[in-house]
Nanobody
Framework: QVQLVESGGGLVQAGGSLRLSCAAS????????MGWYRQAPGKQRELVAT????????YADAVKDRFTISRDNAKNTVVYLQMNNLKPEDTAVYYC??????????WGQGTQVTVSS
């Protein structure tokens, strides 16, 4: 079982930055992949960014060059999503997830990000 707790959401003006954190209850190097989804009101949940256990990262086109996913190699239990140059369309609830082979996907409770114009 993996428990995930997100933090770092909030209200920011367009062009501003936020850093989301996802704290896992296990060593993240025992997790095959972690990342972030987001869901805006009235829209489907969409994948934002992923980082694998080998450190490979990938991003949705909408956030490339603005968002960066990373791991805290010292703590081994935290993944970050650095979000720069935020836009109103980035407003959503952001959910951390974790994948382990042959296990159902784990989800965090979500953190609200609101970007004002």
């Amino acid at each position: 079982q993996v428990q995930l707790v997100e933090s770092g959401g909030g209200l920011v003006q367009a062009g501003g930055s936020l850093r989301l954190s996802c704290a896992a209850s296990v060593n993240i190097f025992n997790i095959d992949a972690m990342g972030w989804y987001r869901q805006a009101p009235g829209k489907q949940r969409e994948l934002v960014a992923t980082i694998t256990s080998s450190g490979r990262s990938s991003y949705a086109d909408a956030v490339k060059d603005r968002f960066t996913i990373s791991r805290d190699n010292a703590k081994n239990t935290v993944v970050y999503l650095q979000m720069n140059n935020l836009k109103p369309e980035d407003t959503a609830v952001y959910y951390c997830y974790a994948d382990r082979i042959l296990r159902p996907r784990y989800w965090g409770q979500g953190t609200q990000v609101t970007v004002s114009s």
